[in-house]
Nanobody, 128 residues
Framework: QVRLVESGGGSVQAGESLRLSCAASRRIYGPYCIAWFRQGSTKEREGREGIAVIDNDGSTSYADSVKGRFTVSKDGPENTLYLQMNNLKPEDSGMYYC???????????????????WGQGTQVTVST
């Protein structure tokens, strides 16, 4: 089974940028969806929020909360997924996870229960 490892989290000031990486232990062959989710410390009971998804064709989707500020991309030969986060806000703070499933989910792409494999997460903290 493919394993995922996130990295790149840290503490930044509001308005700054971070780039998260998600490295897969081997190349994932399609069809698939790979997504970024996040969970704030005050929202544990609400589950993880899906914020960005990319599929094997390179099609992307974003949650309204990050649209225009975050960009998801993948580097096929390197088996790595990226999340470029610009103009970060304090409400972006939380644990960020990548996850994948061997299916193209369409409108279900932001549902955490649709994903089979998860990384361990990387913490992002944005201060004012």
């Amino acid at each position: 089974q493919v394993r995922l490892v996130e990295s790149g989290g840290g503490s930044v000031q509001a308005g700054e940028s971070l780039r998260l990486s998600c490295a897969a232990s081997r190349r994932i062959y399609g069809p698939y969806c790979i997504a970024w989710f996040r969970q704030g410390s005050t929202k544990e009971r609400e589950g993880r929020e899906g914020i960005a998804v990319i599929d094997n064709d390179g099609s992307t989707s974003y949650a309204d909360s990050v649209k225009g500020r975050f960009t998801v991309s993948k580097d096929g030969p390197e088996n790595t997924l990226y999340l470029q986060m610009n103009n970060l806000k304090p409400e972006d703070s939380g644990m960020y996870y990548c996850a994948y499933t061997l299916a193209r989910l369409g409108p279900l792409a932001f549902r955490e229960n649709e994903y089979d494999v998860w990384g361990q997460g990387t913490q992002v903290t944005v201060s004012t």
